[in-house]
């Protein structure tokens, strides 16, 4: 009678079992390449990915499952099962606001990528860098009277984030009603002990994750909005995160470049209802007790609040600015830390500066993803070929996310390239001719007398291997 342990052992030893884990990988390698096919939405994505899960599927496939998805279906899912309660809510935030609605041309083409319509009656103020910012947040903060949201990317656990806990905390003790949300990929290093301060204080605190399960884990979406809410009045929204580096105190970068906007009128409740959503998703909690009546006018500006991310059934962010980009007549000068634009958005920023629009782009110089930063250099002959000005802001880092298309002013979270793009959720303001347009300009002007010029010679002058680096980097564009 034959040995069944030991043919089995030998059969494993011949390496019938590692044949069959091989095909195994492969066949599964194979399944995700087509998904792949499917979901990416990028042809440069799809071929990316299909040609390495295909070759390299055991290396690939891990990679794929963790970064690969480009659609959080987890979340449209989730808003279809309650879309009762919060849409009904937009329905009622934006009949409160007819009223109000802005029929600025400008906007007006934007508003059907808004949840709410653009609004009219807004007092907008430019907040440059992190005194200005954090000091107006901390003062919004200590006059809440019903309710605080409080959002941010990353939230650290240093003097710039117990200086926010505790103003948190004395709106609490004061009977306010606070929120806090947060990232779980940005806030990894946040420690428990900041959460639980707070929670004793009887603030909520909450975690965005983009699954509700480990066995469904995609770390590849981000939640990388940073935004703050008092009485559904006031809003607070741009580059900034929580730490101590925003303020100008990193050892390593030394001063930060970044801009943040205050909007305190109808348009902060949009921006409420962006945070109402992912809320809603951390939480299972409608917001049904917060302030959702229809502030007052504060001020003269028309605003658009544009929410944008891989829940969309469109490419919100991508149209948004290419959106900017094709209006502009004359003049596009735009501000990213991580200037890696897709194909379509830099063939509209060359054509804009081919009809003779001023197109001029900021990045920084000192990288704090050398990844991104190689990829950047690549476009830079491309771009001074077409007659767009390159600059590089050379004090510290530059990380604000700006756009000024002739008057119509966007400050907002999205940067481009192909994670704000396609893959995080983001959320921007538009505003057209009136202050937060002058401020924007001014700023623009400061900003250029800090940067120096870069051209196609910068480029040339690297170093033949340097190149080739750099051009791996812009190939592997849309899987970062």
Request: aromatic share 8%; proline share 4%; with cysteine.
């Amino acid at each position: 009678m034959p040995d069944l342990g030991a043919e089995a052992t030998r059969w494993f030893v011949d390496g019938g079992a590692i044949t069959v884990i091989v095909l195994l990988v492969q066949g599964v390698g194979v399944l995700c390449a087509l998904d792949s096919v499917m979901r990416t939405r990028t042809p440069q994505g799809s071929i990316a990915w299909a040609l390495a899960l295909v070759f390299v599927p055991i290396v690939s496939v891990p990679l794929y499952m963790a970064f690969g998805q480009r659609r959080f279906d987890g979340k449209v899912v989730a808003h279809r099962r309650g879309r009762h309660a919060l849409d009904r809510r937009v329905r009622e935030v934006a009949r409160h606001t007819a009223s109000l609605h802005s029929i600025d041309p400008a906007l007006v083409s934007m508003a059907t990528l808004c949840r709410v319509p653009p609004t009219r009656g807004n007092d907008c103020e430019l907040l440059i860098d992190g005194k200005a910012t954090f000091d107006a947040i901390e003062r919004a903060i200590d006059a809440a009277k019903h309710c605080i949201a409080f959002q941010f990317y990353i939230i650290r656990d240093d003097r710039l984030g117990r200086r926010m806990a505790a103003a948190l905390a004395r709106a609490r003790s004061r009977g306010v009603r606070v929120m806090v949300l947060y990232d779980a990929i940005g806030s990894m290093h946040l420690g428990e002990g900041w959460c639980d301060q707070l929670r004793a204080d009887g603030v909520e605190v909450s975690c965005f994750k983009t699954s509700r399960t480990a066995l469904s884990t995609n770390i590849n979406f981000r939640n990388h909005r940073k935004v703050v809410i008092v009485d559904g009045s006031v809003a607070f929204l741009g580059g900034h995160n929580i730490g101590d580096e925003y303020m100008g105190e990193s050892p390593t970068f030394g001063p930060w470049r970044d801009t943040h906007v205050r909007i305190a009128g109808p348009a902060a409740l949009a921006v409420q209802l962006s945070f109402a959503e992912d809320w809603r998703w951390a939480t299972g909690d409608e917001l049904s007790t917060v302030a959702w009546s229809v502030p007052a006018e504060r001020g003269h500006e028309h605003v658009a609040i544009l929410p944008t991310g891989p829940a969309d059934d469109l490419e919100s962010c991508s149209l948004m600015y290419l959106h900017l980009i094709s209006r502009a007549q004359r003049r596009l000068w735009v501000a990213s830390p991580y200037f890696v634009p897709d194909q379509a958005t830099f063939a509209a920023l060359q054509l804009a500066a081919l009809r003779g629009v001023d197109v001029r782009v900021i990045i920084p110089r000192k990288p704090d993803n050398m990844l991104v930063r190689m990829s950047a250099l690549t476009y830079i002959p491309e771009a001074t070929a077409a007659g767009i000005r390159a600059y590089s802001h050379t004090v510290g880092f530059m990380h604000q996310k700006v756009m000024l298309s002739d008057d119509l002013a966007c400050v907002g979270t999205a940067n481009l390239d192909n994670r704000s793009l396609r893959i995080n959720f983001e959320i921007s303001a538009l505003a057209h001719g009136g202050t937060l347009s002058k401020q924007v300009e001014a700023m623009f002007h400061r900003d250029f007398e800090g940067c120096h010029g870069i051209g196609a010679r910068d480029w040339s002058r690297r170093s033949w291997l340097f190149r080739g680096a750099c051009r791996v980097a812009r190939l592997m564009a849309p899987l970062q």
